[in-house]
């Protein structure tokens, strides 16, 4: 018998190892190729599937849209057509003319409304207007002439003081309620002339001169007007500060106006 080398049986062996692992990888491989292919093509048929039926109800007025038409075969399809043909206008069109009139009608009862009430309030406030402006238009002697006096209510001069009690209490708003801004203005003189100081102004001088209680000793100054405050009690400080502060809010006063 003739010997075997065990070095070709040894590749005989691998040789053959070596086909059969490459039949087998190529039989899988066909194997997936085609489940690929096969689960491809039913992914497609679903997708056509679900498409169809997400196109059947698509309508339009009663009546189908594109090819879906011609695909409904027999008298059936005859009778759909015919029918969506002829309800559909029916609730278009007896709807629309019976909703729409009863807002047409509804707009011209409602707009007079106002309308009619604009001209009977109106004329109110312009009544009231021509009636009230002459009266203000027009002031009555009295009260001019408490304009130009030291008293609001036209008083005349007073034979004493404007204000006797500026000099023993502090004086509110209430005190000058009835003082024009000229009795205000000599309300504040009042308490220089108390202490004897005389006026450059004539206007001032001319009324104080007047009054029995006044005698004009001191010229007219600064250092004067600093003594006198000087000689001032705390009532009297207080009052003519307030006193001057009221002349400035209510515009000052000019002597000879």
């Given at each position: 018998?003739?010997?075997?080398?065990?070095?070709?049986?040894?590749?005989?062996?691998?040789?053959?190892?070596?086909?059969?692992?490459?039949?087998?990888?190529?039989?899988?491989?066909?194997?997936?190729?085609?489940?690929?292919?096969?689960?491809?093509?039913?992914?497609?048929?679903?997708?056509?599937?679900?498409?169809?039926?997400?196109?059947?109800?698509?309508?339009?007025?009663?009546?189908?849209?594109?090819?879906?038409?011609?695909?409904?075969?027999?008298?059936?399809?005859?009778?759909?057509?015919?029918?969506?043909?002829?309800?559909?206008?029916?609730?278009?069109?007896?709807?629309?003319?019976?909703?729409?009139?009863?807002?047409?009608?509804?707009?011209?009862?409602?707009?007079?409304?106002?309308?009619?009430?604009?001209?009977?309030?109106?004329?109110v406030p312009q009544t009231q207007a021509l009636t009230e402006a002459p009266a203000q238009q027009q002031p009555s002697p009295a009260a001019a002439a408490a304009v130009s006096g030291l008293f609001k209510d036209g008083s005349a001069d007073p034979d004493g003081y404007i204000l006797p009690q500026s000099d023993s209490q502090y004086l509110t708003e209430a005190d000058l309620s009835n003082l024009t801004v000229k009795g205000v203005c000599y309300a504040k003189n009042e308490i220089y002339a108390r202490h004897g100081r005389k006026f450059l102004a004539e206007e001032l001088q001319k009324y104080f001169g007047k009054q029995t209680w006044y005698s004009g000793t001191l010229e007219?100054?600064?250092?004067?007007?600093?003594?006198?405050?000087?000689?001032?009690?705390?009532?009297?400080?207080?009052?003519?500060?307030?006193?001057?502060q009221a002349e400035t809010l209510l515009g000052g006063y000019s002597f000879g106006s």
């Open positions: 018998m003739a010997e075997i080398n065990p070095k070709r049986a040894k590749k005989k062996n691998s040789s053959g190892t070596l086909l059969a692992v490459l039949y087998t990888m190529c039989t899988l491989a066909v194997f997936v190729f085609i489940g690929l292919v096969a689960f491809h093509i039913v992914v497609q048929r679903r997708a056509s599937e679900n498409l169809t039926a997400d196109q059947r109800p698509a309508v339009s007025d009663g009546n189908l849209q594109g090819d879906q038409n011609s695909g409904i075969s027999g008298d059936g399809g005859g009778q759909i057509s015919a029918r969506a043909e002829t309800e559909a206008p029916v609730q278009v069109q007896t709807q629309a003319p019976t909703e729409a009139p009863a807002q047409q009608t509804q707009a011209p009862t409602e707009a007079p409304v106002p309308q009619t009430q604009a001209p009977t309030e109106a004329p007219a100054g600064e250092e004067t007007d600093q003594k006198i405050v000087d000689i001032m009690n705390e009532y009297e400080k207080s009052n003519k500060d307030f006193l001057a």
